[in-house]
């Protein structure tokens, strides 16, 4: 089935440490997308691309980091830089020009510092 | 710089009532698309319904309508006979310059709550 699929779905993360979140999608979407929730807020744009070895930064880049070496493939680091990296951060992906297409989005991952 | 406010922070209603769900939003685009999302408790962003700028025409799909207002600036969503299925936050969003890989900018989003 075609989705997009997020992991790990929890993940602890120790004071100081770098962490990798994965997202793979196999609908053939150009652009993909990471956005981070908090509790009683909207989504936030971290970081999003459109192609292939291209991104730009969101809305709340700083201390995040990405990359785009496949187009099924846009990992999220969370760097130890981040000062408050305790949220739900949620990967979608959505086809790019002509008519303002929906995005789709996977399960998300719940990133806990400990 | 775009803006989309949900006032409503949390609604509760008894099965079986209907139950309107409130959208503003602002922008300076003459063109743009507007979108309702749920989040069940499982997390996942569920998409429900696109509306483009240029079409005011209001929807119906089966218990769910949509009423975008160009003048008021809202893209109101109702659900009819609401079930406790329906139980879950929804996102209103809106996003400019539909034909690149534009943000979407969210409200806060209404956390709608359906008992028995």
């Known amino acids: 089935d075609g989705g997009i699929t997020q992991s790990p779905k929890y993940l602890f993360r120790k004071e100081g440490q770098n962490v990798t979140l994965s997202c793979e999608q196999n609908l053939n979407h150009d652009a993909m997308y990471w956005y981070r929730q908090d509790p009683g807020q909207g989504l936030r744009l971290i970081y999003y691309?459109?192609?292939?070895?291209?991104?730009q930064k969101g809305d709340i880049a700083e201390g995040y980091s990405v990359s785009r070496e496949k187009k099924e493939s846009f990992p999220l680091t969370v760097t130890s830089a981040q000062k408050n990296p305790t949220a739900f951060y949620l990967c979608?992906?959505?086809?790019?020009?002509?008519?303002?297409?929906?995005?789709?989005f996977g399960q998300g991952t719940r990133l806990t510092v400990v | 710089a775009q803006k989309v406010t949900q006032a409503q922070t949390e609604i509760s209603v008894v099965e079986k009532e209907d139950v309107t769900l409130d959208c503003v939003y602002e922008t300076r685009d003459t063109t743009y698309y507007l979108f309702w999302y749920k989040q069940p408790p499982s997390g996942e962003l569920v998409f429900l319904i696109r509306r483009n700028s240029f079409d005011e025409q209001n929807e119906i799909s089966g218990r769910y309508s949509w009423n975008f207002q160009k003048s008021t600036s809202s893209f109101n969503f109702t659900i009819t006979a609401s079930q406790v299925v329906d139980s879950a936050v929804y996102f209103c969003?809106?996003?400019?310059?539909?034909?690149?890989?534009?943000?979407?900018?969210f409200g806060t989003g209404t956390r709608l709550q359906v008992t028995l």
């Open positions: 691309s459109q192609i292939v070895n291209d991104f």
């Open positions: 979608a992906s959505s086809i790019t020009g002509g008519t303002g297409t929906e995005a789709f």
């Open positions: 969003a809106l996003k400019e310059d539909p034909g690149t890989a534009s943000k979407l900018t």
